[in-house]
């Protein structure tokens, strides 16, 4: 087979799941819509956790939709059918829905779990192309997808359907998120670890503060300013009024054009510093501080409270050093 060959196989694949995704948001402004919003107003008024189950495939997407959901505020794990039937039904409570994946909806494995469901009155959402299947008769909402060719040429391997399962699931989740008011600082609670948690960590979590600030009074020289700022890590320091509050920021950048221009180091330091330094609050989103700090090409910002008082500084290596990036 030519690179060609392959080329336009990879190719195909993509635009054949591409145009089930795109049958599948076409649906949405049609039958579909109105059985979504109503799994999602179940959703919202759910007293339990939201199970999901799934069989081969279906079981996969299943599991990772459970985790979106989990991680953006509704409760949800996943149940595996086959071991429902053989003691694992006991994590389903009647406080709880059941969410079941099966795109012909005839998967024998779900046949303890939907029954189980009946008899206790637990609310039970298909997600299916099969409306008159075993599953989507028996749910109480049946969301019921287009049939769209499978991207395997053979039209067995789950392909297309499996795409257009997961981008539901993902739909039904944001559309939880946005209902619920879910906050990035609500998101970080369930992301503390890797990149994701770094970036959702605030500059009052990450900041030096007050013990470590570089800081001089309004009436300091430019040779204490300079001892000072040498005397800590920063490659600036801060100037305070009488009141407390950030006046001005001497950086490294400052003192060499004071320099350049022939300024004597006991001139006063106002005559050199920065009048109106960047600055941000202790709440300030990780993610935000980076895209300052390369917006304006800096490497150092103070943190202070709303009546302009430092309470610490951020460089930019403790942004780095977290896994900020």
């Known amino acids: ?82 071991e429902a039937s053989h003691g694992d039904l006991g994590m389903v409570t009647r406080q709880d829905a059941v969410m079941a994946l099966s795109w012909s909806g005839e998967a024998p494995e779900l046949a303890a779990i939907i029954a189980y469901t009946r008899r206790f009155a637990v609310p039970l959402i298909a997600l299916t192309a099969g409306e008159e299947s075993a599953l989507g008769s028996a749910a109480d909402i049946c969301l019921t997808m287009p049939r769209m060719a499978e991207a395997c040429p053979h039209g067995l391997a789950p392909t297309t359907s499996t795409t257009m399962t997961l981008a539901l699931g993902d739909a039904i989740a944001m559309a939880l998120l946005e209902a619920r008011g879910f906050s990035p600082q609500d998101f970080s609670e369930f992301h503390p670890g890797g990149k994701l948690g770094a970036r959702l960590r605030r500059a009052r979590d990450l900041m030096h503060g007050a013990d470590e600030l570089p800081l001089v009074p309004l009436d300091a020289t430019l040779a204490e300013a300079v001892v000072n700022m040498t005397s800590r890590r920063f490659g600036v320091t801060g100037i305070t009024a009488a009141d407390g509050t950030l006046a001005g920021m001497l950086t490294d950048g400052d003192v060499r054009r004071a320099l350049q221009k022939g300024v004597a180091m006991d001139s006063p330091v106002v005559s050199v510093m920065t009048a109106t330094p960047r600055t941000t609050a202790p709440e300030t989103l990780a993610a935000e501080l980076l895209a300052v700090m390369n917006e304006a090409r800096i490497t150092s910002l103070f943190v202070v409270g709303p009546d302009r008082v430092p309470v610490g500084i951020l460089h930019l290596h403790d942004l780095l050093r977290a896994g900020v990036v």
């Open 1 to 82: 087979m030519s690179q060609a060959e392959r080329m336009a196989i990879l190719r195909g694949t993509v635009a054949l799941e591409a145009a089930g995704l795109q049958a599948l948001e076409t649906a949405m402004g049609g039958p579909l819509g109105p059985r979504v919003l109503a799994a999602v107003d179940l959703l919202l008024g759910l007293q339990g956790r939201l199970i999901l189950t799934g069989m081969g495939k279906s079981g996969h997407i299943a599991r990772k939709i459970a985790a979106t959901l989990a991680s953006t505020g509704t409760p949800s794990h996943y149940v595996h059918p086959a």
